[in-house]
T-cell receptor, first 111, second 114 residues
Framework: DQQVKQNSPSLSVQEGRISILNCDYT??????FLWYKKYPAEGPTFLIS?????DKNEDGRFTVFLNKSAKHLSLHIVPSQPGDSAVYFCAASYNNNDMRFGAGTRLTVKP | DTGVSQDPRHKITKRGQNVTFRCDPISEHNRLYWYRQTLGQGPEFLTY????????KSRLLSDRFSAERPKGSFSTLEIQRTEQGDSAMYLC????????????FGNGTRLTVT
């Protein structure tokens, strides 16, 4: 059951521009949302999170936006850097239980 | 390095054989999770432990799979009578019990069943 969906398998942006990665979810019970970054041959690394009581969380170049009515969240990276090139996973959980992941979006930042 | 450690990194086995993987979580974390990831997909939940208690198992986890965390520290995941469809990356993660704690992943064990 695909409760967390990332509909764009890939995204390519120019260095210095904004990267916007999108994620949709179907379970309205989710109360905690996260973004993970994954490099080849490594496990996913936690990047940023947001609880359902907020609509925005910012950490340096990374900002996550949550739109509960649309069941949609997005990750903005500004400015994008070549080192940001990786696969990004959206994840969600409720009541501190197991976390569900999207299929990932491969971001390529071109110099 | 105090991150999540998984062993082995790679395992090649023949169909029908049993395999066992080990995970050592971050020492302060009392929750431990197992996920499976196949090509082009995100991590898929298998099971998780709080201390030594196994609290949840995915219905996708067949009876050939068993996980243990005997002393609430390291965990093992065993797959019996492996099938080619078991070929995947097996990821372990750990976290604090508290509300809204992110999972911290190891680098995974890649299983290839021939």
């Amino acid at each position: 059951d695909q409760q967390v969906k990332q509909n764009s398998p890939s995204l390519s942006v120019q260095e210095g521009r904004i990267s916007i990665l999108n994620c949709d979810y179907t379970n309205s019970m989710f109360d905690y949302f996260l973004w993970y970054k994954k490099y080849p041959a490594e496990g996913p690394t936690f990047l940023i999170s947001i609880s359902s009581i907020k609509d925005k969380n910012e950490d340096g170049r990374f900002t996550v936006f949550l739109n509960k009515s649309a069941k949609h969240l997005s990750l903005h990276i500004v400015p994008s850097q070549p080192g940001d090139s990786a696969v990004y996973f959206c994840a969600a959980s409720y009541n501190n239980n197991d976390m569900r992941f999207g299929a990932g979006t491969r971001l390529t930042v071109k110099p | 390095d105090t991150g999540v450690s998984q062993d082995p990194r790679h395992k090649i086995t023949k169909r029908g054989q049993n395999v066992t993987f080990r995970c050592d979580p971050i020492s302060e974390h009392n929750r431990l999770y197992w996920y499976r990831q196949t090509l082009g997909q995100g991590p898929e939940f298998l099971t998780y432990f709080q201390n030594e208690a196994q609290l949840e198992k995915s219905r996708l986890l067949s009876d050939r799979f068993s996980a243990e965390r005997p002393k609430g520290s390291f965990s093992t995941l065993e797959i019996q009578r492996t099938e080619q469809g078991d070929s995947a990356m097996y990821l372990c993660a750990s976290s604090y019990q508290g509300i809204h704690s992110p999972l911290h992943f190891g680098n995974g064990t890649r299983l290839t069943v021939t």
